[in-house]
């Protein structure tokens, strides 16, 4: 009985000690997009676009860019910066930059580029 003790003990010991699987970033950006810009925003078939413009065309817009990933970085933190055609300044409630960390920033921007383009 004490070995089976002694054994159970050191199983869960290995367990805790053991390394966590890695994030997947666009699975991460997606949950981030749901919670985050998935009520007024709509990319591929996910969200809702009455209220903001479509994000799949700011994707675009961003891989003709020779940095992508930081055009959308900088639209995401700096939503003024480039305004959607159609749409006026202000609108955008708040710069996400201080609400996402930035690992849930360059989660949302992988998932963008992932499903948008």
């Not at 966590?20 to 949950?31: F, Q, S």
């Not at 920033?105 to 963008?112: I, P, Q």
Request: proline letters at 9%.
């Amino acid at each position: 009985m004490r070995q089976i003790i002694f054994i159970l003990m050191l199983i869960t010991l290995a367990a805790c000690g053991a390394p966590a699987a890695p994030v997947d970033p666009v699975a991460a950006g997606g949950r981030a997009f749901t919670i985050q810009c998935g009520g007024c925003h709509a990319i591929s078939e996910v969200g809702s676009a009455a209220l903001g413009p479509r994000l799949d065309a700011m994707v675009a817009r961003a891989n003709a860019t020779p940095d992508p990933a930081a055009w959308l970085r900088m639209s995401i933190t700096n939503p003024a910066a480039e305004i959607a055609p159609g749409y006026r300044p202000g609108l955008m409630p708040i710069s996400y930059g201080q609400s996402l960390s930035p690992a849930e920033l360059d989660a949302l921007v992988a998932y963008m580029l992932k499903v948008g383009g």
